[in-house]
């Protein structure tokens, strides 16, 4: 029963979201304890390509076109820009200002988890995961100190 509910294409939509919020979530609780919250500049680049590879991940046993993997990923943009609705409280004007940099990142991050998948490199994909994760944390920590100043 479980395994028709939580299939490959469902688990590349809902994981990938997790992910997302998780970290959304996160940063937005730790910018806060500074002062008032703030999104940063890499919460639209490299969240969404994060994202966007983790669908791929999950995407990656279906043998998707360029076409329906575009169609994922905007729906999967679309899935994000309403959960950051409903659970981060973003603003509405806020959403449909970034949701073209979601798109098109999450798109990216679909694009570029493919291609990785397909050569089957574990190193590599480890190196651009903890690349994306090191410049976000540095973009993180930055902003906030530049907000104690």
Do not use: H
């Not at 395994?3 to 970290?23: C, E, M």
């Not at 409280?89 to 694009?111: D, H, K, Q, R």
């Amino acid at each position: 029963m479980l395994k028709k509910i939580f299939t490959p294409k469902a688990k590349g939509f809902l994981i990938s979201n997790l992910v997302g919020l998780a970290i959304v979530g996160i940063t937005k609780i730790l910018m806060a304890q500074n002062s008032e919250p703030v999104i940063i500049f890499s919460e639209f680049i490299i969240v969404p390509v994060l994202m966007g590879m983790v669908g791929g991940w999950f995407w990656q046993d279906l043998q998707l076109r360029s076409r329906k993997l575009a169609l994922y990923s905007c729906l999967n943009s679309f899935l994000c820009i309403a959960l950051s609705f409903i659970f981060l409280g973003e603003g509405v004007i806020c959403l449909i200002i970034v949701s073209p940099l979601i798109f098109c990142f999450m798109l990216t991050g679909a694009f570029i988890g493919r291609n990785i998948y397909k050569r089957n490199n574990d190193t590599l994909n480890v190196s651009v995961v903890f690349l994306l994760i090191a410049i976000f944390v540095l973009d993180a920590f930055q902003s906030m100190i530049m907000k104690t100043r």
